[in-house]
């Protein structure tokens, strides 16, 4: 049986705040951001990515303390070059370190506006073969 984990809500204090954060500082491509008189929730998405994080004020989402999600991750070809992207739009991003040999022993970290934090981790191979081939990708390739 295939499953997909396709969305991760992510509890956050200030919606409008998560978005500038994730869309415009981390890079994440901005799905939706739906507001009624009764809900606002905005899905984005890490280019290459499957999976998107889930940013709102439903119930489930309400459940959870913002900055309460710790060690979600994100995978790079090259942690060095992602770390500097992201210092360059403004992101406090931790110093690369390598915690074992090999390939998939590199990380670093950062922290979202309210604590929610994410290790990055590096494995060369997604440069060679990502997860979602580009062309798989659409036209515009998000």
Do not use: K
């Amino acid at each position: 049986m295939d499953m997909t984990l396709e969305v991760v809500i992510l509890p956050v204090s200030d919606i409008d705040r998560a978005v500038a954060f994730y869309r415009d500082q981390v890079g994440f491509h901005l799905d939706h951001d739906t507001r009624t008189e009764h809900m606002h929730v905005v899905q984005l998405t890490p280019e290459g990515s499957g999976c998107s994080v889930v940013v709102g004020d439903l119930p489930a989402q309400r459940e959870m303390a913002p900055g309460s999600m710790h060690g979600l991750q994100l995978v790079v070809a090259d942690a060095a070059a992602a770390r500097a992207e992201l210092v360059a739009r403004g992101v406090d991003a931790s110093e690369v370190r390598q915690v074992a040999p090999g390939d998939g022993g590199t990380f670093f970290g950062f922290t979202d506006p309210d604590g929610n934090t994410w290790a990055v981790q590096e494995i060369a191979a997604r440069g060679r073969t990502p997860l979602i081939p580009l062309e798989a990708r659409g036209a515009s390739g998000s």
